[in-house]
């Protein structure tokens, strides 16, 4: 695995998924946001910072497997600042470096979160994957499943451990269900099936508010988070 920043980051530790920084502070929150190639993860973690960057201090890793396209994208799009936006080149199953072997990842929330302190916010992208990518507890504090409504209203009956255990389930690209001849009241209701209590989002990000619903969850996580409360 290789990351885009200097080697010059801290030790790993076995302590790194508790919630204390070193002086007792509480640290940033970590965000995983994974899901199928094209469901719209990068637009998702773009929209989010455009949309959070003036009230929280955020920053991004990225997963691909042999490039570093999506941290690129970011920084084109100037969502936030270069120096916010580092990337992680897996070489192998993108899963692998979110929930099997974290340690390039960590390395890269820690090198930011010493870089850039204080942080709020940190979000870690995966690469795409299939139905049954989770992340790591040791990495991440919740996590967000991306799927989109071009691949079908039957995949949310699918299931995988993605759409059943993620803390929040975005169903993207809403605003396709005319064209590929999906029901978003189908989905919806397959979702509540796989998910019981567990939320689901619609998303459009081409409309000017179409990331709220996943703003809105991740600022009262964020709160609760503040507050010391299980995230």
């Avoid at 009956?157 to 809403?174: E, H, Y």
């Avoid at 099936?193 to 991740?218: C, M």
């Amino acid at each position: 695995m290789h990351l885009d920043h200097s080697p010059t980051v801290p030790h790993r530790h076995s302590h790194s998924a508790e919630p204390a920084r070193p002086d007792g502070s509480r640290r940033a929150l970590r965000v995983g946001l994974g899901g199928p190639v094209g469901s719209g993860k990068t637009a998702t973690v773009a929209a989010l910072c455009r949309t959070l960057r003036d009230r929280l201090s955020i920053a991004v890793v990225t997963n691909d497997i042999y490039t570093r396209e999506d941290a690129e994208f970011l920084r084109r799009e100037a969502v936030l600042p270069p120096e916010r936006i580092t990337a992680v080149e897996t070489g192998a199953c993108p899963h692998t470096a979110i929930r099997d072997d974290i340690s390039a990842n960590l390395e890269a929330v820690e090198h930011l979160e010493q870089t850039l302190h204080p942080l709020d916010l940190i979000l870690v992208e995966s690469g795409g994957d299939n139905l049954t990518a989770t992340f790591s507890r040791g990495l991440v504090d919740t996590q967000v499943f991306v799927i989109d409504v071009a691949g079908g209203d039957d995949i949310p009956r699918k299931g995988g451990p993605g759409i059943t255990t993620a803390d929040l389930l975005v169903i993207n690209k809403t605003d396709l269900a005319p064209h590929v001849g999906v029901d978003l009241d189908t989905m919806a209701t397959d979702a509540k099936k796989q998910r019981g209590t567990l939320p689901v989002a619609f998303t459009s990000l081409t409309t000017t508010d179409g990331i709220s619903p996943v703003t809105d969850w991740l600022t009262e996580r964020l709160t609760a988070w503040r507050a010391g409360a299980a995230a």
